[in-house]
């Protein structure tokens, strides 16, 4: 039997050492088409933290930030990929591309709001399918999309966040709630 009294030791938290000694690492690769708000997105994800990112050259087609939030024992890795053409990705940008995405536990896939022309992101996404197909001892990571230039949806005047798109009840809820279904319908099954 038990014995009376007896107290387990406490489980770490986050804020022992034993906790904090073992730093995670998570990376992330973002992909879209050029003038999409790409740079945009990378800026608010680095925020404030950018002076104390580190600008490694990946190559030609991809930037590698590094960052360790302060307090966060978490290393995160971006992979800024260069914006493909509407026509889709040409070949060495796709190579590059791969070369990311296969270090990464997430794809980010940023897309503008209010541009519909998605056929080029379409091919992005299945041409890396394609590509982990052939490697059965890789997996694709998921893909997240992110929408940008939600601002621009009607009523373009209104800016008033946070906005209930879930269940929208204003104009500019019902506006990113379609914008959000249209991205669902035309790629949904990679996201």
Do not use: C
Not at 154 to 168: D, F, G, L, T, V
Not at 172 to 191: N, T
Request: aromatic share 6%; proline share 9%.
């Amino acid at each position: 039997g038990a014995t009376d009294g007896a107290v387990a030791p406490p489980a770490p938290t986050p804020s022992t050492p034993e906790a904090t000694e073992a730093v995670q690492a998570v990376s992330l690769t973002i992909i879209g088409q050029v003038k999409m708000g790409k740079s945009s997105f990378v800026n608010a994800l680095l925020g404030e933290q950018r002076a104390q990112t580190d600008v490694l050259p990946a190559t030609s087609d991809v930037t590698r930030y590094e960052l360790q939030p302060q307090g966060v024992p978490v290393r995160l890795t971006v992979f800024d990929t260069v914006g493909y053409a509407h026509t889709g990705p040409r070949e060495d940008q796709l190579k590059a591309t791969t070369e990311a995405v296969r270090q990464s536990d997430l794809i980010v896939l940023v897309l503008h709001a209010r541009n519909p022309a998605r056929q080029a992101d379409l091919e992005m996404l299945q041409r890396l399918k394609e590509w982990f197909a052939t490697r059965p001892d890789l997996k694709m990571p998921p893909v997240v999309a992110v929408l940008t230039h939600i601002d621009l949806l009607s009523p373009a005047m209104e800016w008033s966040p946070p906005y209930n798109w879930i269940e929208p009840q204003r104009p500019k809820e019902q506006q990113i709630q379609q914008a959000v279904a249209a991205v669902r319908e035309q790629l949904g099954e990679y996201l």
